[in-house]
């Protein structure tokens, strides 16, 4: 990395969560960030802030896009989100870009598992027996797990959470990547040339793609006939993987039974989409991998003490390749 | 085990699958079984059953515990079930009786982890949220399981299963057995006389204990009154662990957030039970380890090539013990 003259940095947060990323920062076990990069600006509001002071920024990226074509001392970002999509379609590249990597696969596999399980139990069907009047006793179809394959497209940093997961299932897992090459954990990793065939294994699958050109619309009809019936879709990647007309044909032909979906081009997602009201698709309001301030503040940490030291930054963003 | 003449024994089958049964047993790998042992009654009405010619019998146990008084010359009778406290409590008790065992633990990994992670990521919420008018994009409050304990009381057999899915969650198990006697797998197992120390560790609590005189009750005021706030409790053992008062109790104070029930005193659940209007319990219909026919087939055949060679069977029944 180039180095950088950090002795006069300060820090600048821009955060819905400012008040809580501060708070955790100073709480912080080291106490070189807090006195070496001192917070000069703490706010949720772009207009609050001076851009002139700008040299570290810890950031939403959709309210850094706000400011940062006019900072031009801005030496580093660090963004609270993994994913940078709004930041890396500007211009301006000039300085460094770091996402948040690392906490997301303990959260991810617990949103994964628990709605693969809430469909493999029957849940719903158990709950309207219950609300029924007299409520009904009865057994509901089971489609257990237990043998059934899980595709991962995507399958990176955040999809390694879910390997020991599935194996304690007894489950086996696919993956699709760019590369295709293969991971340990999986069955087989296929590129993006082989997409039906990848589709064609898949009980349930589980998008967690970031937004770049090449995974835009991937999710499309030729992917969804090429599913097996049945299958089950989790969107934790980005909205724009999906084509939306094409997803509703395979949920109303029954190629899938349920979608959940937890990211969408627009959010939030506006009241009147037809997702929200198909009686087979979950909204989960982008929660599936949602990072407490506590989590990010010490991300956050871990890259500062990197930054005083001249030493390259985790988790930093490449403006070429838009990842 | 005592010797019996086996030359002249014929199968009987008394069950609600008694058809699936007899298929899958024809179907079974090892046809020694089918010609052995040949099915010369198979029903599911005991009134239909003649009872002198019953030498072993493959039945539900609820119904065997009309006929099995009347079976003079009974030798050997495989439940379809994990429990057969219906048959322990017969006076009758000079033939074999083995149970079900070995293929709970995979079904019922699924259910316990289905309905944590329910809460966990809080899909109820959720699903409100999605059925306002007009719906609300908005997060909820999680409560990970990474980090959590899990307290499983009856730390046998199936709960083996439970392990490596709470190791692949990070979380922390504990157990309760009759002895304390530690497993490998558990921070600590609890004697039934630490009762109140085990339940102070349990962030969610299981019940796999059969219905013995020990465990009858043992989910009492006490127990739950030891309970940190917010647990979440799955009865998936026998109904008469609970005492209904108590488990009401805990529910209407926040001690409990949430009970999933699947198994009760009487079942089917009478309809005007208070437990099917209760906004925080849920009821699965005695369902969470509900094996298939073929599941059920598959052990009395491994089972009946032990008998034919007269080798001691397995998951045998102690009827001094009651368990």
Redesign the interface.
């Known amino acids: 990395m180039s180095e950088f003259d950090t002795s006069n940095s300060t820090l600048t947060i821009l955060s819905r969560d400012a008040k809580a990323l501060e708070h955790w920062i100073n709480a912080h076990e080291s106490h070189s960030v807090a006195s070496s990069l001192p917070i000069v600006q703490c706010t949720d509001n772009p207009n609050a802030i001076d851009k002139q002071r700008v040299s570290v920024l810890l950031s939403d990226p959709d309210l850094a896009v706000q400011i940062i074509p006019q900072c031009k001392n801005l030496q580093w970002c660090q963004s609270t989100w993994a994913g940078n999509a709004p930041l890396l379609a500007l211009e301006k590249n000039d300085y460094q870009l770091t996402g948040i990597k690392g906490i997301f696969g303990?959260?991810m596999?617990?949103?994964v598992?628990?709605?693969l399980?809430?469909f493999?139990?029957n849940?719903p069907t158990?709950?309207a027996?219950?609300a029924q009047s007299?409520?009904v006793?009865?057994?509901?179809t089971?489609s257990?797990?237990?043998g059934k394959t899980l595709g991962v497209l995507g399958a990176g940093d955040i999809a390694k959470s879910l390997i020991?997961?599935a194996?304690?299932?007894?489950m086996k897992l696919v993956g699709l990547t760019r590369s295709g090459a293969q991971q340990a954990g999986y069955e087989r990793i296929y590129s993006v040339d082989e997409l039906e065939r990848f589709a064609s294994r898949c009980d349930a699958v589980v998008n967690l793609m970031p937004d770049t050109p090449g995974t835009r619309g991937i999710l499309n009809r030729v992917f969804f006939r090429a599913l097996p019936e049945n299958a089950i879709l989790i969107n934790a990647g980005r909205g724009s993987a999906i084509v939306e007309s094409a997803l509703l044909e395979a949920l109303d032909c029954g190629r899938l039974k349920a979608a959940i979906l937890d990211v969408f081009d627009i959010?939030?997602?506006p009241?009147?989409h037809t997702f929200?009201?198909h009686p087979n698709i979950?909204?989960?309001?982008h929660?599936a991998a949602?990072s407490s301030p506590e989590d990010v503040a010490s991300v956050f940490c871990t890259n500062a003490k990197r930054f005083l030291n001249n030493e390259p930054l985790m988790y930093q963003f490449d403006f070429a390749k838009g990842y």
């Open positions: 303990k959260l596999r617990e949103y598992f628990a709605h399980l809430y493999s139990r849940i158990f709950q027996n219950q007299p409520p006793w009865c057994g509901s089971r257990p797990l237990i020991p997961v194996q304690s299932f007894d959010e939030p997602l009241s009147n929200w009201h979950m909204i989960t309001a929660t949602e």
